[in-house]
């Protein structure tokens, strides 16, 4: 079946734009993460959706970041007001922690760059 | 907080063992897992443990020392494909969040 799937895979504005980021988990994946990896850096993780539940948003660094997921599958993460700090690649990933052993299946990521 | 801590980079010869550290100190635990990370790629799982021990697959293995907060990844006669960033992570208790290392640039070279 299709991976998880994110678009655009590259985008390129100017600060004080803003951006959304979209993310199409696998089918029936009701856990979705979104991350963030700066250039020769780990993951950053920003947000977390489980189901119905409440999202996880402890990681996101400001509040001009937010994120929703509709109808438990897909999600966007909008960035208001982008500054140049936000430039990285955003990843966004999946998995339905019903077994131990689950792990994340990852998207491609979104590219962002911020002149 | 938490804190996973790997080396940053690292070189080895084709042919030959590497082995890449990881030591966590997260305030739960239920698994510990690597993954692959091409240049400029997602990453790809390569291994999960969550009891003590040695899990082997292929080329790759991986241990966790659970009392010590420690896990390395192994790879076996090493090919150039394998030049990679590996990442190690912890989930937490909740099956909720990944927590993850910086990664570990390998350079694998002839």
């Known amino acids: 079946g299709a991976g998880v799937s994110q678009s655009p895979s590259n985008k390129v504005t100017e600060k004080g734009k803003d951006v959304e980021l979209r993310c199409d988990p696998i089918s029936g994946h009701t856990a979705l993460y979104w991350y963030r990896q700066s250039l020769g850096q780990g993951l950053e993780f920003l947000i977390y959706?489980?189901?119905?539940?409440?999202?996880?948003k402890s990681g996101l660094p400001s509040d001009r970041f937010s994120a929703e997921r509709t109808g438990g599958s897909v999600s966007t993460l909008t960035i208001q007001r982008t500054q140049q700090e936000d430039s990285a690649v955003y990843l966004c990933a999946s998995s339905t922690p019903s077994t131990a052993r689950e792990t994340q299946y990852f998207g491609p990521g979104t590219r962002l760059l911020v002149l | 907080g938490q804190n996973i801590d790997q080396p940053t980079e690292m070189t080895a010869t084709e042919g030959a063992i590497v082995q890449i550290n990881c030591t966590y100190q997260?305030?739960?635990?239920?698994?510990l897992f690597w993954y692959q990370q091409h240049a400029g790629e997602a990453p790809t799982f390569l291994s999960y443990n969550v009891l003590d021990g040695l899990e082997e697959k292929g080329r790759f293995s991986s241990f966790l020392s659970r009392s010590k907060g420690y896990s390395y990844l192994l790879l076996k006669e090493l090919q150039m494909k394998d030049s990679a960033s590996y990442l190690c992570?912890?989930?937490?208790?909740?099956?909720?969040?990944?927590?993850f290392g910086s990664g570990t640039k390998l350079n694998v070279k002839p």
């Open positions: 997260t305030s739960g635990f239920n698994g």
């Open positions: 992570a912890v989930r937490d208790d909740n099956f909720n969040k990944f927590y």
């Open positions: 959706f489980q189901g119905n539940s409440a999202p996880d």
